[in-house]
């Protein structure tokens, strides 16, 4: 029998910024993060339906990644049992400030087009709007 085991993302430096880098330093990791936050999505079908249109071996490996990295976990789904859904850990958690900044810096710097009503609730409370978010992902 076969094992699947999933190889570590290699550590480049100590420097703590390398060290984020080398976990969420890919084109589709804060995205799929910022789906489970702002979209409440939990499963792999959810991820596919995302407007970036990552492609099925990437969020599977991405998944993957962030499930062997401790910032979320894999569980079988209540209502089908070939399904599975995702839910962020506390380490997960603790990236959604980063997902914030982001977003905010994306916003104040390009056209984009987030939902005016979250730009406006991240620009005047961004702490509260953080914990508001860290405990929908938390309850989800």
Not at 59 to 87: H, N, P
Not at 101 to 124: C, V
Request: proline residues 3%; aromatic residues 8%.
């Amino acid at each position: 029998m076969n094992s699947f085991i999933m190889k570590e993302p290699k550590q480049r430096s100590a420097c703590p910024i390398s060290t984020s880098l080398d976990v969420l330093g890919d084109k589709w990791t804060l995205l799929i993060l910022r789906d489970m936050v702002f979209a409440g999505k939990s499963t792999y079908g959810q991820f596919l339906q995302s407007a970036e249109k990552i492609a099925t071996n990437v969020l599977a490996d991405r998944l993957a990644v962030l499930e062997s990295q401790g910032i979320l976990t894999k569980e079988v789904a209540a209502d089908k049992k070939s399904k599975f859904t995702y839910r962020l850990t506390e380490k997960g958690l603790d990236i959604v400030p980063i997902i914030v900044s982001h977003i905010l810096w994306g916003a104040r710097h390009y056209t984009t087009d987030i939902d005016p009503g979250l730009l406006d609730e991240l620009r005047t409370g961004k702490d509260a709007a953080v914990e508001k978010y860290q405990q929908l992902a938390r309850n989800a």
